[in-house]
């Protein structure tokens, strides 16, 4: 009977899923939209040092990379609102198959935003070669090695995974009271700030970041967005079908 | 500092902000009127396409012409004085031109009737000036200029220097200034998000790097003929003899 309901979860959360890969495509494609504009942006947006008679010009794709987490966390949090939620009746299922599907189709995206954020970088060289016709060009971070670009992928999916959770979860707090739409940006603003700021509540701020940032295992960091993201996405969950029992 | 600190990151939330509002003014236009589902699949698609093809021809572009770095002269500390020893004793040995550490930048000869040659130049100091008399009073002063070990961030810029050029005016021989010609070299950063995860040295010494961010050699070789003086108060020359 168990494995039963549990078949019934998985097709049900499968067929979203497969519906919700094709309904959602505008979503992937604003994303694509966000990485070509952060593309052409970081053509000339770059740090520059000017010693003597030389400038040296720094490129990175910081612009691509912003955008996407920006558009990602965004796909998080709007899967959460009445719109999308209301998209869901197309197809057989409860809250929690919605929820799982969403969950699938934000690590699905989350992937596609990984890897095409990292090739955006490889664009950006490109495009920077043949603008400057390949000249005074340093050859080291210029060609990327494999194992490089596989560790931008693969940690830019999975920061991508964790800002889209954050979003998802936020995306719900949002929908039990419209005030929490302005207070929860309000929050992301304030906290951003009180890493500059010098007090106790700075401190606890960059300790969060520095959980994350200054990991420099990947078996570790996996493991800590793992878990983050898993319990983000399952109070997520739990606050959807709280909320789908008050609808 | 603090204050400017928070005054950076405004202005560049700032930025951020138009950059996205512009980006979202683009997106709410295409929905106005909203693009067949067929043409964004192909927008997609191409753009996918165009992203495998940057790596393919990453991966193909030959890298013999690309600046090299250089991060292990920053690393130990450089000596002004040891090199232009090393320099006057390769000059001496006569294998200056031969070495690989000093490369030849320039060169010029002139004929002069002087027999009490003034050196000015730039105060500056920006060249380390050398002279040295000849065997023969042929009446011609050769000048050859060298470049030495040059850094910018870790960046060899040795065989980017540009010669500072000397000419004789008025009795004297004039050094020219530091360049009018810039130099603009690119440079690429790694992804953001990888950097905690990559161990490399050299893709790390600008963080760690406390010293001197730039540093560029210059030597001037004059070699005047036998029978003439010189009267310098250029602060960096100095003669040289066997």
Redesign the interface.
């Known amino acids: 009977m168990m494995f039963l309901v549990e078949g019934k979860l998985l097709g049900a959360t499968k067929r979203q899923y497969i519906y919700k890969l094709k309904a959602y495509?505008?979503l992937?494609?604003?994303l694509?939209?966000?990485?070509?504009?952060g593309i052409v942006?970081s053509t000339v947006s770059t740090i520059s040092?000017n010693?003597?008679?030389?400038?040296?010009?720094?490129?990175?794709?910081?612009?691509v990379?912003?955008?996407s987490f920006?558009m990602l966390f965004s796909v998080g949090y709007i899967l959460q609102t009445e719109k999308y939620k209301n998209l869901d009746v197309a197809v057989v299922g409860n809250s929690y198959t919605s929820s799982f599907s969403d969950i699938a189709y934000i690590i699905t995206i989350c992937i596609f935003g990984g890897i095409?954020?990292?090739?955006?970088?490889?664009?950006?060289?490109?495009l920077?070669?043949f603008i400057?016709s390949?000249q005074?060009?340093?050859?080291?971070?210029?060609?990327?090695p494999p194992k490089?670009l596989l560790?931008?992928i693969i940690?830019?999916f999975?920061?991508a995974v964790l800002i889209s959770s954050l979003g998802y979860l936020l995306g719900a707090i949002a929908q039990i009271n419209k005030v929490l739409l302005l207070i929860i940006p309000a929050l992301i603003i304030g906290s951003?700030?009180l890493i500059?700021s010098?007090n106790a509540y700075s401190n606890t701020v960059a300790v969060i970041r520095d959980f994350y940032?200054?990991?420099?295992s990947?078996v570790m960091?996996i493991i800590k967005i793992f878990v983050t993201s898993a319990i983000l996405f399952s109070v997520a969950v739990k606050i959807a079908s709280n909320l789908e029992v008050r609808r | 500092m603090?204050s400017m600190?928070?005054a950076a990151?405004i202005v560049t939330i700032l930025k951020?902000s138009v950059?996205?509002i512009?980006?979202f003014f683009?997106?709410k236009n295409?929905s106005k009127r909203p693009l067949a589902?067929n043409i964004?699949?192909i927008?997609?698609m191409i753009?996918?396409i165009?992203?495998?093809v940057?790596?393919l021809?990453?991966n193909i572009?030959p890298?013999k012409?690309?600046?090299?770095?250089d991060y292990s002269q920053l690393k130990s500390n450089y000596n002004d004085d040891s090199v232009l020893e090393d320099f006057k004793q390769l000059i001496l040995d006569g294998k200056v031109d031969s070495s690989k550490e000093f490369i030849k930048n320039g060169s010029n000869s002139m004929k002069s009737k002087l027999k009490l040659l003034k050196i000015v130049g730039s105060e500056d100091g920006n060249a380390e000036i050398l002279i040295q008399h000849k065997n023969a009073a042929d009446g011609k002063i050769d000048i050859t200029e060298y470049a030495g070990k040059s850094i910018?961030?870790g960046?060899d810029?040795t065989n980017?220097l540009?010669p500072l050029g000397v000419i004789l005016k008025d009795g004297a021989l004039t050094i020219g200034k530091?360049?009018?010609?810039?130099?603009?070299?690119?440079?690429?950063?790694?992804?953001?998000?990888?950097n905690?995860?990559?161990?490399?040295k050299?893709?790390k010494m600008d963080e760690n790097y406390s010293g001197k961010?730039?540093y560029?050699m210059r030597f001037i070789l004059i070699k005047i003929p036998k029978d003439v003086q010189i009267d310098t108060i250029y602060p960096n020359a100095q003669m040289i003899t066997n």
């Open positions: 495509f505008q992937l494609f604003n694509i939209i966000f990485q070509a504009v942006f040092e010693i003597n008679f030389v400038t040296l010009i720094t490129y990175s794709n910081t612009i990379t912003v955008f920006i095409t954020t990292s090739l955006g970088g490889v664009l950006l060289r490109i920077i070669y400057k390949g005074n060009i340093v050859g080291e971070g210029f060609f990327i490089v560790i931008g940690s830019t999975l920061y951003m700030f500059l010098n940032v200054s990991e420099v990947m960091f | 603090k600190l928070i990151i951020f950059i996205i512009l980006v683009i997106i295409i589902s964004k699949k927008i997609a753009y996918c165009i992203l495998l940057a790596l021809v990453l572009i890298n012409n690309f600046m090299k770095s910018l961030k960046v810029l980017k540009q530091e360049v009018d010609k810039e130099i603009n070299v690119s440079r690429f950063a790694y992804d953001l998000t990888a905690q995860f990559i161990n490399d050299n893709y961010p730039y560029a």
